[in-house]
């Protein structure tokens, strides 16, 4: 073992990977993917590839974290030479922390946008708050100045509690931020259903019409899958360094994954009845959507400016739970060579990242017409990442645990019933890999 930082009781373990799972995923991208996508039936695919592929890549992840205990670099590595196994499985640790900073210069655009939501107060009897909230956010997105103060504004936050260390840093916020979310959410949901059109919310998420799926919208409802479960790069590996010994793997990701899309549902909940009951606002809005509808809600609620300030403040919490353990697999890599101490580690990258994300920043102004592949800036760094760098990531796991190191390790650490074992092993052998390879093969072609 290569590590004595051990987070205390059950639930720290729960919640930091729930912190890291519950994030701008579920309250800012399910949402609009859902409303961009056609509605239920990438709904009902996106719970699919969650359970039938998230679950046993998160399995496998902290299975490898929790055993090596180290940076998920590191742990490939020593697992590599423990098992005799070929060297290039460190490979797959690179490929993940290169997609963690990569994902983490765009996320913290969108962070550094719903931060800036908690300073902005809507004037008193406007004639039409959603035309203003839609105006607001054009102004926003518009401004590149705008975008990279707040965009460095959430940055920094990252690398503070990044460099002060993940154990005690993440271990006593997540205890206290996490539940405060999760009632804020359903708060909202409740209330959103109230004053808005839930009946058509219901049937827009719950009653598919598989006519309107294409390879596209698989591709990323399976990619929305990995990114909102925090899979596929080594964050929740990394985490699995700091889990209890005792704690048991299984259960505890079936209550990860139930809570992420538990807020996945509740954000949708919370934002379409408002965007249904409001002719001026567009289901298909894409990424403004939470940004234009939520301000119009919290807008005819007595004491809307004070609800609209916490809720900002609770999605740029999510968010900064998610985005510490975007940073953490790259920085616990370097900090283990021993070379470089961790707030110089976090620094450096920091700086890298910041850089990067200037560009998504200009793919909503000045490079907006700018198209690589058809794609902007922003658009290809998302969909490389989500899209094919994860489900690469999840798919080689399931290959190194299901099939390259031994049954009985797995039974050994596991500790599942017969029945579940028999199950769990099924999915991460067969469906898993295959679903990914299905997946990538039909959108290829
Ligand atoms: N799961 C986070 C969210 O839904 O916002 C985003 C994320 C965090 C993706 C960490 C990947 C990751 F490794």
């Not at 993440?170 to 839930?198: A, E, K, Q, T, W």
Request: charged share 10%.
């Amino acid at each position: 073992m290569g590590n004595n930082k051990i987070w205390q009781g059950n639930s720290t373990f729960i919640l930091a990977a729930a912190g890291s799972a519950v994030g701008l995923g579920n309250i800012w991208k399910f949402p609009y993917m859902v409303g961009s996508n056609g509605g239920s039936a990438f709904v009902i695919i996106y719970l699919i590839c969650i359970f039938a592929i998230g679950f046993p890549v998160m399995v496998s992840e902290i299975l490898i974290g929790k055993y090596v205990r180290k940076s998920p670099i590191n742990s490939l590595k020593k697992l590599s030479e423990e098992f005799k196994l070929n060297t290039n499985w460190k490979f797959l640790g690179i490929l993940g922390a290169l997609a963690g900073v990569t994902i983490l210069s765009y996320y913290s655009v969108f962070a550094g946008m719903a931060f800036s939501y908690v300073f902005k107060i809507f004037p008193q009897s406007l004639e039409n708050p959603s035309q203003y909230s839609s105006d607001y956010f054009l102004y926003l997105s518009s401004s590149p100045l705008n975008l990279v103060f707040w965009h460095t504004i959430f940055l920094f936050f990252t690398s503070i509690i990044v460099g002060l260390g993940v154990v005690r840093g993440i271990g006593r916020s997540v205890n206290v931020l996490m539940p405060f979310l999760f009632f804020f959410i359903i708060l909202v949901s409740i209330y959103s259903s109230y004053i808005g059109d839930l009946e058509k919310t219901i049937s827009f998420l719950f009653n598919p019409d598989f006519s309107v799926i294409t390879p596209q919208i698989v591709i990323s409802a399976m990619g929305q899958a990995f990114f909102s479960l925090s899979v596929g790069m080594g964050a929740i590996m990394a985490y699995g360094a700091y889990m209890p010994e005792k704690q048991m793997i299984g259960k505890t990701v079936l209550v990860i994954i139930l809570l992420d899309t538990f807020v996945a549902l509740a954000a949708g909940i919370a934002i379409f009845p408002i965007v249904f009951s409001n002719s001026s606002l567009q289901i298909s809005a894409g990424p403004g959507l939470i940004f234009e509808t939520l301000p119009v809600a919290f807008y005819s609620l007595p004491l809307g400016s004070i609800f609209s300030c916490i809720f900002f403040i609770l999605i740029t919490i999510a968010a900064l739970s998610s985005s510490i353990s975007l940073l953490e697999p790259f920085t616990a890599w370097i900090e283990e060579t021993g070379k470089m101490n961790r707030i110089s580690i976090v620094f450096f990258l920091s700086i890298l990242i910041w850089i990067l994300g200037l560009g998504s920043i200009f793919s909503f102004n000045i490079w907006s017409e700018l198209k690589l592949f058809g794609l902007t800036f922003l658009g290809l760094l998302d969909y490389l990442t989500n899209n094919i760098m994860l489900p690469l990531g999840g798919f080689f796991v399931t290959v190194l645990i299901g099939w390259v190191l031994p049954k009985e390790f797995l039974k050994e650490h596991l500790k599942l019933t017969e029945t579940f074992f028999y199950w769990f092993y099924l999915t991460l052998r067969f469906i898993a890999p295959s679903s990914i390879i299905l997946i990538f093969l039909y959108s290829a072609f």
